[in-house]
């Protein structure tokens, strides 16, 4: 059945609504569109037949927004960024998108996913990514040895989308043995096998029997498999710079931010409750500082931040401007003296003097059920609630601990929260206070410089039948048993270690290294699927940083 809406930028908008139970309704801007079965696609001049997926827990959801008649909410920028993969994926091409730091690339990846239903495989490259991460891992069962495909070999059997996030961290002698199976589908694996194009399988297929081609070790690579790379340019950003063949194997695109009135209109969206003059000052500040960074060499402003920001304002109307632009741009405990100085001379420019916020002077907390409410004074804040309340016995409650508390509050009611102090200010005393107030218990992970990747979400041990099994982090017990996170000393891990974090507080999947995957509370929730780990409502993660 075909239903057919106008959008509120005046495109076309198809909204299809498919009989079969496995599917789910899918709106998509279109010109002209005669689909009848309901299982094509089609952005704007290109068509795409959907295949129906086999393990739907690893199609991404909830990434698209959908307004109460069924259109999508989505900007012009974005469905031209999803035309142009959707191009390439009908060539059989891979992609490569090139952006600045931040879940943009990433969210239209997923989009992408979501809209064409296809299957997910997630590798976040860091600098201690090794060959066996991408291919095949050998672990020890019953005193033998056993090879377990990963994502890049599991992507390529079953026709999956391989995405390889934070590409300039890896090492330059690691991402060339992706460059035969990007060119010719083919693969050498350590058990013995190899990965053969699904041309020349088929033609050996035609003069050998299938038990043959099993006897000689020979798997099929299946046409649906392809290669989202996402990365940073390292003109601008450390990185390694890809090996040039490469590099010509990927299809590139350079990913920026969406247009002020693109933003303006979903963050309307988000919180209708705040002022329009609010929002445009609000959204004015951002953009002028992104684009007045390069110049004055300032970091880049979060602006897929001011989601988060516009919650704030909405759920406490006294929040002033230079308060919220503090939170998600801490200039003055990040930046130099020289470059704080640019900072407030461009704010003084465009009219924004410090208004402090007005003080808070009661904090309270009362649990109901599974929420608890609390409140800063009159205003009324309800997040998810834990089984059990830490007590904390140091905490005094002074006028600045205080307001620090409540801003802390605050921040974590619409996201995860970042702590940035000197040693000895109170951070750990504050995030225990915290989450005294909500009913939550806490899984502490102390942080160390030579952290990997894989130990912030698994660690591998051997039982005592001396089989090598895999050990939860208290990051991933934290994401299953619904409890906060609390990393201690983040400043202390790499730049590429920390990726793992990034894709994990964006709420994207994040790949274990024992071959499952944790899901976001937001996505599909599939209890029976045992390799499938969902993240609980409650969980959050808070980063404490010392400097």
Not at 78 to 89: F, G, I, P, S, Y
Not at 103 to 129: G, N
Not at 244 to 256: A, H, Y
Request: hydrophobic residues 40%; aromatic residues 6%; glycine residues 6%.
């Amino acid at each position: 059945m075909l239903l057919y809406f106008l959008s509120r930028d005046g495109c076309l908008l198809r909204h299809m609504l498919q009989k079969t139970a496995w599917t789910r309704g899918c709106a998509i801007a279109v010109k002209e569109c005669k689909n009848v079965d309901g299982k094509q696609i089609t952005i704007g001049d290109v068509n795409v037949q959907i295949i129906k997926p086999k393990d739907l827990h690893l199609v991404p959801q909830k990434y698209i927004n959908y307004a109460h008649d069924g259109t999508v909410l989505l900007a012009q920028t974005a469905l031209h960024h999803l035309r142009w993969m959707l191009q390439k994926d009908s060539l059989k091409q891979n992609m490569f998108l090139l952006g600045g730091p931040g879940p943009l690339r990433r969210q239209l990846v997923m989009q992408f996913l979501e809209i064409t239903e296809r299957e997910l495989e997630y590798v976040a490259l860091s600098r201690d990514t090794t060959e066996s991460d991408l291919k095949q891992r050998r672990e020890i069962r019953k005193k033998s040895a056993q090879y377990h495909d990963q994502a890049a070999v599991r992507a390529a059997l079953y026709g999956r989308v391989l995405v390889l996030d934070g590409i300039e961290h890896a090492e330059r002698n690691v991402l060339p043995v992706l460059n035969n199976l990007l060119e010719n589908r083919e693969m050498h694996l350590e058990s013995g096998k190899f990965l053969m194009a699904p041309e020349r399988y088929d033609k050996l297929l035609k003069a050998h029997s299938q038990r043959q081609l099993d006897d000689w070790g020979l798997l099929r690579v299946s046409e649906q498999f392809r290669i989202v790379a996402l990365g940073l340019p390292i003109q601008k950003y450390r990185g390694t710079p890809l090996d040039p063949p490469l590099r010509s194997r990927f299809q590139s695109r350079n990913i920026l931010p969406y247009t002020f009135q693109e933003l303006y209109e979903e963050l309307q969206q988000i919180t209708p409750t705040v002022p329009d003059p609010r929002l445009r000052q609000l959204l004015t500040c951002a953009l002028t500082l992104e684009t007045a960074g390069e110049a004055l060499q300032l970091p880049d402003f979060p602006l897929h931040n001011l989601r988060l920001a516009v919650k704030m304002m909405g759920a406490n109307p006294k929040l002033t401007l230079q308060d919220v632009l503090l939170v998600l741009y801490p200039f003055q405990s990040i930046l130099m003296p020289d470059q704080q100085k640019r900072v407030k001379e461009l704010l003084t420019s465009m009219s924004l003097q410090h208004i402090s916020t007005q003080s808070v002077h009661r904090i309270s907390s009362q649990a109901q059920d599974d929420f608890v409410d609390v409140y800063l004074d009159e205003v009324h804040l309800r997040m998810p609630c834990g089984s059990t309340a830490l007590l904390n016995r140091n905490f005094v409650d002074l006028p600045h601990q205080r307001q620090v508390l409540s801003s802390l509050v605050q921040s974590y009611a619409v996201g995860d929260v970042c702590l940035l102090g000197k040693r000895g200010v109170g951070k750990l005393t504050l995030t225990k206070q915290l989450l005294h107030l909500l009913h939550q218990s806490p899984e502490l992970m102390m942080l160390y410089e030579d952290m990997t990747s894989s130990d912030l979400l698994q660690q591998r041990i051997t039982n005592v039948e001396g089989d090598t099994i895999w050990r939860d982090s208290p990051l991933v017990r934290a994401a299953k048993t619904g409890s906060v996170a609390v990393l201690n000393g983040l400043h202390r891990l790499h730049k590429s270690t920390a990726v793992v974090l990034q894709s994990k507080a964006a709420g994207s999947a994040a790949g274990r290294a024992a071959g499952r995957t944790t899901i976001g509370a937001a996505g599909l929730l599939l209890s029976w699927c045992p390799k499938v780990l969902t993240l609980r409502h409650v969980q959050g993660i808070l980063l404490r940083c010392g400097y």
